[in-house]
């Protein structure tokens, strides 16, 4: 992988909100806006997708760590957009700025870091460590 070229990527996604992505389906609490965890989840793809192409055959990312700024949420049928910049590679670890919005507003923001594993090696040592757990 060609870790300078990957700083500044940007990457978007998008999601409608289903029923089954709020607070209430997931057993969060009795609110039926958008859960935080679907919230995640549109600022993970945009990450991959912001560094997707630069993937050698058999890479691929998995997030380490995050922080997520809830500003305010939205319900059922609304469409959330999420774009996600690199900021900063160090080593493996790849550390992206996101932002969520609904129409021009923001409804969340966050630090996401993701770090750069081997598919193969990395679902084997998953399978290893069920195996001796």
């Known amino acids: 992988m060609d870790f300078e070229a990957a700083l500044g990527c940007v990457g978007m996604a998008s999601i409608s909100v289903r029923p ?10 009795d609110l039926s806006v958008v859960a935080s965890m679907t ?3 549109v600022i993970e793809s945009a990450c991959s997708a912001a560094i997707i192409d630069l993937l050698e055959l058999g890479e ?13 949420t939205v319900t059922v049928g609304e469409e959330l957009r999420a774009n996600a910049r690199c900021i900063e590679v160090n080593d493996t670890l790849f550390t992206f700025e996101a932002e969520v919005t609904h129409l021009n507003r923001t409804i969340a ?18 399978a290893a460590e069920r195996i001796n757990s």
């Open 20 to 29: 089954g992505d709020t607070s209430v389906a997931l057993g969060i609490n």
């Open 109 to 126: 923001t966050a630090e996401v870091q993701r770090r750069l594993v081997d598919r193969v090696s990395y679902m084997a040592r998953i």
């Open 39 to 41: 919230i995640l989840n």
């Open 60 to 72: 691929t990312t998995q997030t380490a760590e995050f922080t997520l700024e809830l500003l305010t």
